[in-house]
């Protein structure tokens, strides 16, 4: 399949037309969240190439095959805003399934590898099978920090408010790797009070092409879908975005890196779910420009990129 030459491509739902669907009533209902700072992009370098793919494929195993998780629904919509509005009113918006069609380009995945599928690809995930956990099996690429998704290792629960979907009880995930932030839930009740979010910037090392072409794959993942939907207060606040800025001249304005933040002031509303008010940038971390590391990452995901494009070619499972 060729790769469409769209300005803003989503990669919602297994069919087209549902997928639609979703995109217009999420954009209607979302119109103010989409407001983006447009230097926030520029800044986080999601704004220096015309080609971007916006894919949330939903794995997540209390929303799949369809919409996704109303967290990740919001931080797709914040994320992609003025690129997807731009691109309806251009009638160059195209849904998608295939995983060939974005593969070389560059790439902005929204929900951690337990929601996002094309996630567990990239950072090097498998399933467990036991509460949608999800097994740390290798490193492609070194970074600094990453999520803990083991159901198995992770006793302790975590509830949440989801938005039309009530309270959901989910393993506490959380993040690790160059220090280890564990969000904290209450102990009488296991509300979720804190949550991290992790943003990661680095070369899109799936294919050869993509190397050479210097495209990216950027992430934006929480811990929780809290984390996960707290993008919008990273975008929308000029004091946060003058901090993220801050770090990366500090760190000499790397092009590969991961900004952790912690999230808190939550709020639990049954119309809203339970949503971040306050966000604080706890570490920026530059991931070396090592192009050796890139090419053996891209040697290593060969095989897994095969498996997903031959399953996408044989069509969806019965």
Known sequence: METPQVGAELNVAEHMTKAVEWVTKWFTQQRKVARLAAEGKELLGISLDPLIAYRHTSSHSHFSGGDPHPDNG?????????????AKREKRLVTVDDLAVGVGQSAVLIGSPTAEDFSRIVFGYEPTGVENGLRFAHDLVDLPYRWQLDSGEIPAKARRLVRGSGWHERPNWYITGKETHIPYARN?????????????????FLTPEALT?????????????????????????????????EALISLGSPDWYQLLFRVSNFTHREREGTRARSITLLDAVPIPEDDGMWRQACLEVAPAILRWQLRQASGPST
């Open 74 to 86: 919001n931080a797709l919509v914040t994320v992609a805003g003025n690129d997807l509005a731009t």
């Open 188 to 204: 009488a009740d296991q509300q979720l009070e804190t949550d991290f979010l992790l943003l990661t910037r680095i070369r899109n």
């Open 213 to 245: 072409a210097g495209r990216y794959v950027f992430s934006v993942a929480g811990a929780h879908g809290t984390g996960t939907r707290a993008v919008e207060l990273v975008l929308n606040d000029r004091a946060v975005l003058a901090n993220v800025r």
